[in-house]
């Protein structure tokens, strides 16, 4: 029996009234340790309840005796001392209990009464001044949850002038936990769940939002740890599972996110957060008519499941039939559908009716979708263009010379870059095919290393990356390569002597990259940049990305990429390979070879039956890089070409046909 469970499981029948299951499940805890003070409280609480008061005595007197500062425990006493008339006894528990933990508001109301009936006119006085507070406190609390619905500015400020009133207000501490997490705020949320645990160990939704706060920072382990203290609360929450199905997903385990969410739909066949991932978690490993189906059992349990039409949508090998069509155009002529169905079912009507070949309203679909999607995000192309600026003028050969580690690490890492949409997918998937590259997905431990450089309480300079290049040392630079290859390490399962990072977004931190590794190899991804602006404007991204939502920030973001990889070749002569998308589709084994040459990897044919290699894929690509390849996309642009006028002049001379 795991005593911690079995609590739980006592508490919980002691909650819904049945006494027999709660004291018969504290006798059997106490046998094996007589002295655990959560067990003695609550078996003195059923005795209360069976106004066994004398019983009920014995058990909080023993929790007092082996832990005297139970606040809680001497608040059981001192009540059950004024049910029996012993006025004064209760009094010095409640006094001792409100000494102890001044943020128990209940139990000075309690001892507020016991005061007034004893005639302690003066102590009561001053400890009603503190209700007054409490009302104001209170107000303001109510303000705050109305802040937080209204998604005000202030409702941050708000919570911390709540918070500096009142250290310990739970109600706040979880609502600004709960915020921060949604936020991906991941650090603080941690901090608030932790504190919000230790308040409430038994708030199960507390240790989920611990967890999810846990799988952020990828911290799996204290994840799991975190979801399993929510299930020995609360067995059979299906969100529970769901959420730690994630965390299993997160580490390539989709085996076993599968089992788990397969047994919570068991219990909760209808569950459509379950269901969805389920869905999504087949899509990835390939088994995609089970996807369908579950993603449709969603749809039929809710036609309004915005998320589950996506998904399918997003299936290059799905197309939905005409009274699917049907109901996603009546769907989306309601005008109070949330902004969240708006994207997503704007999407998918919009993949709809691109396979329909009907392009102008197709586009028009993803247009009104990215149009919304825009206004929920916050993206200055001005920033990226200057921060394009600042890389370009702060990582000259000047600035790195010296910098450069001298050791060289025996495992090869290579870093596929590039705008998405551009290829990356399928050169990971060539490149894992070969029996010394082990394919890892995106990684996003190069841009948080560079971020925290001067964040957070590991950081290493006052001023931010890539200002501070010339305030960073060998030193630094070691320490930086050392961090990421630990962090790396956990998804390296194979060990193989190459692995590959796929987050196209690093074609930001090459000269950081190759400052840290100057044996990893760089393949730069490239597509025409009509084709490839258009995937990512077809695209809704479950994170980031926050350009490609309008056509005019997506032409200045790829052009500003591609001054940034000219600059980086410049730097690095002969250290970055360009891979053409479409030379790859037009001549694949001279592709092959070339790719394989750079990385320094002998040839193997496994590397041109890539489609036929089983692994994990996780980007909108798995189904296509699980076929040969094919030609349908070269030029694709050319369907919409009316339509990306503006992207084509922003782009200027980088179009050439």
């Known amino acids: 029996m795991n005593p911690r469970e079995a609590f739980f499981q006592a508490l919980d029948a002691f909650k819904k009234r049945q006494l027999d299951i709660a004291e018969d499940i504290c006798k059997k805890l106490l046998r094996l340790n007589p002295k655990e003070v959560n067990t003695l409280r609550l078996y003195g609480q059923i005795q209360v309840e069976r106004e066994h008061k004398e019983e009920a005595e014995k058990a909080f007197l023993a929790a007092l005796s082996a832990a005297p500062d139970y606040a809680h425990a001497h608040v059981d006493l001192g009540q059950l001392y004024l049910k029996s008339g012993l006025r004064q006894k209760a009094i010095d528990h409640l006094e001792q209990a409100c000494t102890l933990d001044p943020r128990l508001h209940g139990a000075k109301r309690i001892l507020f009464e016991a005061y007034e009936a004893a005639g302690y006119k003066d102590k009561a006085d001053a400890l009603s001044r503190t209700f007054a507070e409490r009302a104001e406190i209170a107000e303001l609390v109510k303000l705050v949850f109305e802040q937080h619905r209204q998604k005000s500015p202030d409702f941050e400020q708000s919570c911390q002038r709540i918070l500096q009133q009142d250290p310990g207000n739970i109600a706040v501490l979880s609502l600004l936990a709960e915020y921060t997490v949604s936020e991906r705020q991941a650090r603080r949320a941690a901090i608030l769940f932790q504190e919000v645990v230790q308040r409430m160990p038994d708030n199960w939704r507390a240790w989920n939002g611990l967890g999810r706060a846990q799988v952020i920072q990828d911290n799996a382990a204290a994840a799991h740890e975190s979801f399993n203290r929510s299930l020995e609360i609360k067995p059979e929450a299906t969100e529970t599972k769901v959420l730690k199905a994630d965390a299993y997903t997160r580490q390539y385990n989709y085996q076993q996110a599968i089992v788990l969410l397969e047994q919570a739909l068991t219990e909760n066949p209808d569950h459509n957060p379950a269901l969805s991932q389920l869905g999504l978690a087949l899509k990835t490993v390939g088994e995609q008519e089970r996807a369908v189906e579950v993603l449709r059992r969603c749809i039929t349990n809710d036609e309004l499941y915005g998320e589950a039409y996506w998904t399918l949508s997003d299936m290059k090998t799905f197309k939905f039939d005409d009274s699917e069509v049907k109901s996603m155009e009546r769907i989306l002529s309601n005008e109070q559908l949330n902004d969240s169905r708006q994207v997503q079912f704007g999407y998918a009507l919009g993949k709809a009716l691109e396979h329909r070949k009907d392009y102008s309203r197709a586009f028009s679909c993803y247009d009104k979708a990215n149009r919304v999607q825009k206004r929920l995000l916050e993206y200055s192309a001005t920033e990226n263009r200057q921060l394009t600026d600042e890389l370009i003028q702060s990582l000259t050969k000047n600035s790195l010379e010296g910098l450069t580690r001298k050791s060289i690490d025996r495992v090869t890492p290579i870093f596929v870059v590039g705008l998405p949409r551009s290829g990356s997918t399928l050169q990971e998937q060539i490149l894992a095919s070969h029996s010394q590259v082990e394919g890892t997905q995106e990684l996003p431990y190069m841009p948080r290393l560079a971020k925290g450089m001067h964040l957070g309480a590991d950081s290493i300079s006052e001023t931010p990356y890539p200002q501070n290049i010339h305030t960073l040392t060998p030193d630094h630079i070691e320490a930086i390569a050392k961090r990421y290859l630990e962090q790396a390490e956990a ?36 597509r025409h940049p009509m084709d490839n602006c258009l995937g990512c404007y077809k695209q809704l991204w ?116």
């Open 491 to 526: 998804h390296r399962l194979e060990k193989s002597a190459y692995f590959i990072d796929k987050l196209p977004n690093n074609f930001s931190h090459i000269g950081l990259i190759l400052s840290c590794f100057p044996n990893a190899k760089i393949i730069n991804t490239v």
């Open 542 to 657: 479950a994170l980031g990305q926050h350009f490609t939502y309008d056509l005019e920030d997506l032409g200045h973001y790829y052009n500003d990429y591609h001054r940034l990889m000219k600059h980086w070749h410049q730097v690095f002569p002969g250290q970055i390979l360009d891979v053409q998308y479409e030379s790859v589709v037009d001549d694949l084994e001279t592709n092959v070879r070339r790719v394989l040459d750079f990385c320094d990897l002998d040839f193997e044919e496994s590397c041109l039956k890539f489609h036929e290699t089983k692994r994990v894929v996780k980007t909108s690509s798995s189904e296509q890089v699980r076929k040969p390849i094919y030609r349908t996309a070269l030029a694709y642009w050319k369907n919409f070409e009316e339509e990306l006028q503006p992207l084509r002049e922003i782009l200027g001379d980088l179009v050439t046909d």
